[in-house]
């Protein structure tokens, strides 16, 4: 399928004979948008939408308590706005001094060059991140850290805290994230994911990558928390256990 701006063209080669093939229904991965028996060849395809949890604690983002699906990624984002966090003209220093003390304690060391860029986006975020708390944007990093084993220090690498934060997988794969993430999801599910099951395929991303939601659901969220208690007999605590809890919350996997 090929794009141009918000139009999208798929080839279609039918087979011999006299009957007329045509489309019959369209529908974006996260289920929105569907289209029963179409008349012509254009589609009219919402954006769709996202659910939401913040930090490790699940402690912030916008709340939806009717907000319960996983947003749909596309193969490759273009973002709208700048990824890489900038220092801005009013500076604040207890904010720049807490996200110094968090870096230092992650990588044993003072950051220098690019690893500078971590402590202003604690200090300041980003324009996606910019609501989040301090508090948040210093999971935000730990988690990346815990993922990757570094900090992020490449536009690659703030590109993909862009795409975790905004529900979606990032670019950059680590497949000893997903070979745990499956451990994890035989342990909640009860049975191995099946990849041609959309909702499957979200609930490894979610555990992996500890993406976020845009918009949470409050009462979702419980249900998961009873439901991963009922599993691993404790309330989550640790990030990697918060991101367990989303993938039961928002993606829809069912056992």
Partial sequence: MAQDSTTWTYTYTT???????????IQTLGGEAYTPTPS?????????????????????????????????????VTPTTNVVPVKP??????????????????????PV?????????????????SNLSVRDRKGVIG???????RIPTSEADWLDIELILTSHKPLQRKISQEQQALIDFAKVYKRMPDFN?????????????????????????????????????????TSHQWSIMRAIAYTGAKR
């Fill in 143 to 149: 988690d990346y850290y815990d993922i990757y084993g």
């Fill in 197 to 237: 099951n959309i909702y499957d395929e979200w609930a490894m991303y979610y555990i992996a990558y500890n993406v976020r939601n845009v918009v949470r659901n409050l009462d979702s969220e419980r249900a998961a928390i009873g439901t991963f208690k009922s599993v691993y007999k404790v309330v989550p605590s």
């Fill in 89 to 110: 003209a009013t500076v604040n220093v207890k904010n720049e001094a807490e996200g110094l003390e968090h870096i230092i304690s992650i990588i044993g060391n003072v």
């Fill in 15 to 25: 087979g011999t004979g006299s009957e007329t093939a045509g489309v019959v229904a």
């Fill in 40 to 76: 012509n060849s254009t589609f009219t395809i919402s954006s769709g939408g996202g659910s939401g949890s913040g930090s490790g604690s699940g402690s912030s983002g916008t709340i939806d308590n009717n907000a319960n699906t996983p947003l749909a990624t596309p193969t490759t």
């Fill in 113 to 129: 060059g690019n690893q500078l860029q971590a402590i202003d986006f604690i200090a300041y975020g980003t324009p996606t991140s």
